[in-house]
């Protein structure tokens, strides 16, 4: 590992150690969606795995909904994007009950047509599938191990990327 990598590794870890109490607690902002679902993955690519775990239980026990979503105020676009993430980090850190709970939140919204995360979309009026959002999902969806799920995601950005109607022009909402 060059020193270049080895001194960004060590700042991540110290902030992360920084502003995550022993319990796994942002400290600054324990409420704050967004401070939480990546860091389980970014704490065990930084040799702090202990940190890692501890987040992850943390936010299976203190931020999910009763349905089992991740449960912040955040946009739904967002939690869904999270959850990807979150799934990845529970199976890091080996929290598969979250990772479970994660991929369980994200099937119930995949559209088993096109494979997609299905969301509200204001200037549609409709519910649409998002690349950015869906990918994020489906990243999570392979990671805790829902194959079919995933593939069925592939498949249809596959599809989208045939009918795109122009060469070099990309739409990402289907």
Same mark, same amino acid.
């Given at each position: 590992?060059t020193d270049r990598?080895?001194?960004?590794?060590?700042?991540?870890?110290?902030?992360?150690?920084?502003?995550?109490?022993?319990?796994?607690?942002?400290?600054?902002?324990?409420?704050?969606?967004?401070?939480?679902?990546?860091?389980?993955?970014?704490?065990?690519?930084?040799?702090?795995?202990?940190?890692?775990?501890?987040?992850?239980?943390?936010?299976?026990?203190?931020?999910?909904?009763?349905?089992?979503?991740?449960?912040?105020?955040?946009?739904?676009?967002?939690? *869904?994007?999270?959850? #990807?993430?979150?799934?990845? +980090?529970? /199976?890091?850190?080996?929290?598969?009950?979250? &990772?479970?709970? !994660? @991929?369980?939140?994200?099937?119930?919204?995949?559209?088993?047509?096109?494979?997609?995360?299905?969301?509200?979309?204001?200037?549609?009026?409709?519910?649409?599938?998002? *690349?950015c959002f869906s #990918?994020?999902?489906?990243? +999570?969806? /392979?990671?805790?191990?829902?194959?079919?799920? &995933?593939?069925? !995601? @592939?498949?249809?950005?596959?599809?989208?990327?045939?009918?795109?109607?122009?060469?070099?022009?990309?739409?990402?909402?289907?």
């Amino acid at each position: 590992m060059t020193d270049r990598f080895a001194v960004a590794r060590d700042r991540v870890r110290s902030w992360l150690y920084e502003h995550f109490d022993a319990d796994g607690r942002f400290v600054t902002a324990p409420e704050s969606g967004g401070a939480y679902f990546k860091a389980p993955y970014l704490a065990v690519a930084c040799g702090a795995r202990d940190l890692g775990t501890q987040v992850a239980r943390y936010i299976n026990g203190q931020l999910l909904d009763d349905a089992g979503e991740y449960g912040p105020d955040m946009p739904l676009e967002n939690r *869904v994007y999270a959850m #990807g993430w979150l799934a990845l +980090g529970a /199976v890091v850190t080996e929290q598969y009950d979250l &990772a479970a709970s !994660m @991929a369980d939140a994200l099937e119930r919204r995949q559209d088993p047509g096109s494979g997609g995360i299905m969301l509200p979309d204001e200037d549609a009026g409709a519910e649409m599938a998002e *690349v950015c959002f869906s #990918g994020g999902a489906g990243m +999570g969806l /392979v990671a805790a191990g829902r194959t079919e799920s &995933a593939r069925c !995601m @592939a498949d249809g950005f596959s599809s989208l990327l045939d009918a795109q109607p122009e060469p070099g022009r990309f739409y990402n909402r289907y």
